[in-house]
C-alpha cells in the first residue's frame, strides 16, 4: 500500500462529514490518516467524534481568538506540526485567511451545499430552496481568498422533489456530501487531482 495521504480537518459543528471521512478510512476504502482535527468551537460534537476515534484534537474559541489572523496562525502551524498535507473543510464557520491559505496553496478543500457558482454563502440550501429551483446539489472545491469561489473538484447534482420540505432537502444533500467527499479524498491520495494554468481541475483515470 502506498502511503497515507494525511489531513486535518477543520470543524465547527457536529462533525457529520467527519464521520463518513473517518467511516471510508476505517473499512479500508480510503488510503488517508486525519492526522488531527481543529474545531472553532470547543463544545463541538465533532470533537467527541475525533477522540472516540484517537484522532488528536484541538479547539480555538473564537472569544479567546477574536482575531482572524492569529487563529489562521494557530491553526496552520497546529496543521503543519502534526503534518496535514491537504486540509479538510467540514463544516467550519470561520473564514480561512492566508496565514493557512498560503500554508497550503491548492491543498485546502471545502465543501459547499450547493451547485456552485450559484447560491454562494452560508444559507444555500435555504436559499436555492426559496428560488424554486428543480436541481440543486454539492460542490468540493479547493478554497481560496475569495469566499466560495475557486477550482471546483468535483459537483454532484441533488433533484428537489415536488413535495421536499427544506428538512427533507437538507438531508438528502448531507447524503450527498457523505458520499462525494470521501470520494474526493481518494482520488487525491491516489494522485489523480491536477490543476491546469487555467486554474481548471483534472481527474486523471
Known amino acids: 500500500?502506498?502511503?497515507?495521504?494525511?489531513?486535518?480537518?477543520?470543524?465547527?459543528?457536529?462533525?457529520?462529514?467527519?464521520?463518513?471521512?473517518?467511516?471510508?478510512?476505517?473499512?479500508?476504502?480510503?488510503?488517508?490518516?486525519?492526522?488531527e482535527v481543529i474545531s472553532s468551537r470547543p463544545e463541538a460534537y465533532g470533537l467527541v467524534r475525533a477522540k472516540e476515534h484517537g484522532i488528536p484534537t484541538c479547539s480555538l474559541n473564537k472569544d479567546i481568538y477574536a482575531d482572524p489572523a492569529t487563529a489562521n496562525e494557530i491553526i496552520a502551524?497546529?496543521?503543519?506540526?502534526?503534518?496535514?498535507?491537504?486540509?479538510?473543510?467540514?463544516?467550519?464557520?470561520?473564514?480561512?485567511?492566508?496565514?493557512?491559505?498560503?500554508?497550503?496553496?491548492?491543498?485546502?478543500l471545502n465543501l459547499h451545499p450547493a451547485l456552485l457558482p450559484s447560491f454562494k454563502g452560508a444559507h444555500a440550501i435555504e436559499d436555492a430552496f426559496n428560488a424554486g429551483v428543480k436541481v440543486t446539489g454539492i460542490t468540493v472545491h479547493f478554497a481560496n481568498a475569495e469566499y466560495d469561489k475557486g477550482p471546483i473538484i468535483a459537483q454532484r447534482a441533488v433533484a428537489v422533489r415536488e413535495d421536499d420540505t427544506l428538512e427533507t432537502l437538507e438531508a438528502r444533500i448531507h447524503e450527498a456530501e457523505h458520499e462525494l467527499y470521501p470520494e474526493v479524498l481518494r482520488w487525491l491520495a491516489a494522485g489523480r487531482v491536477s490543476i491546469t494554468e487555467e486554474r481548471k481541475v483534472r481527474i486523471s483515470e
Do not use: C
Open 1 to 35: 500500500m502506498t502511503d497515507r495521504l494525511k489531513i486535518g480537518v477543520l470543524l465547527s459543528g457536529s462533525g457529520t462529514n467527519l464521520a463518513a471521512i473517518i467511516d471510508a478510512i476505517e473499512e479500508g476504502s480510503l488510503n488517508a490518516e486525519i492526522v
Open 77 to 108: 502551524a497546529e496543521l503543519k506540526r502534526a503534518g496535514a498535507e491537504y486540509v479538510v473543510m467540514a463544516g467550519y464557520m470561520r473564514k480561512l485567511t492566508e496565514e493557512v491559505l498560503l500554508a497550503y496553496p491548492d491543498k485546502v
